[in-house]
């Protein structure tokens, strides 16, 4: 069964950084795309970056562009978001999300999801 957990959340200062977990367990990334989505109070969850199967990477959030990247260990099943210069407007719960092969900035072409690990940016 393919599980998604997510880690590596928490509070941090405006301009701050964190880097964001997704361990998968029950699948291989070298057929699978991983997704970052993140929901903020009141708000749709949104697209924010992606990598595909083959490890392409995908930018689907303009605001994140530059200061987001992504990246993915295929030895340990985990992508990883590396969050820099970070913004009060980046607070959102964030999850990842897998599919096969290709990414897609839709939320609903993604069956299965992690929990969410709670980025808080605040001064």
């Known amino acids: 069964q393919l599980q998604l957990v997510e880690s590596g959340g928490g509070l941090v200062q405006p301009g701050g950084s964190l880097r964001l977990s997704c361990a998968g367990s029950?699948?291989?990334?070298?057929?699978?795309?991983i997704g970052w989505f993140r929901q903020a109070p009141g708000k749709e969850r949104e697209g924010v970056s992606c990598i595909t199967d083959s490890g392409g990477s995908l930018h689907y959030a303009d605001s994140v562009k530059g200061r987001f990247t992504i990246s993915r260990d295929i030895a340990k099943s985990t992508v990883y978001l590396q969050l820099n210069s970070l913004k009060p407007e980046d607070t959102a719960v964030y999850f990842c999300a897998a599919r096969r092969f290709s990414c897609s900035s839709y939320r609903y072409d993604y069956k299965y999801w992690g929990q969410g690990t709670q980025v808080t940016v605040s001064s």
């Open positions: 029950g699948f291989t990334l070298q057929n699978t795309a």
